[in-house]
């Protein structure tokens, strides 16, 4: 199964990389290239991670990495991350003003 990343995943990315590489750009450029190795990994087993604490009715998932979530929906076929969220955040509030694209 295939996973692809959302415009706001990529975007959620972008924004981890400019925070992180404010102290050390070599190390933002390894964490978010790991962040987005397990991001795209979910599509070899999506059904293995949880679904979201009241989100379940719209199928969305969770993966931890560290202190970042990873939002996503896809069962059959294909996964959409949908978002890349710290922990420490209103996640809550973040996927309900995610554009899904």
């Known amino acids: 199964m295939k996973a ?11 924004d981890i ?9 070599p190390a933002a450029r390894r964490f978010t290239a790991a962040l987005e190795r397990r991001a795209l990994a979910i599509g070899r087993n999506p059904r293995m991670f ?8 719209l199928r969305i998932r969770r993966r931890l990495y560290r ?13 959409e991350i949908l978002r890349i ?3 420490a955040r209103d996640w809550k509030a973040v996927l309900e003003r995610s554009d899904p694209n």
């Open 85 to 87: 969220v710290h922990g």
């Open 17 to 25: 990389a400019r925070h992180i590489g404010r102290d050390s750009v």
């Open 67 to 79: 202190d970042y979530l990873i939002f996503f929906v896809g069962d059959e076929g294909r996964v």
């Open 50 to 57: 949880p679904f979201a604490e009241g989100l379940e009715d």
């Open 4 to 14: 692809v990343l959302t415009r706001a995943a990529v975007g959620d990315l972008a």
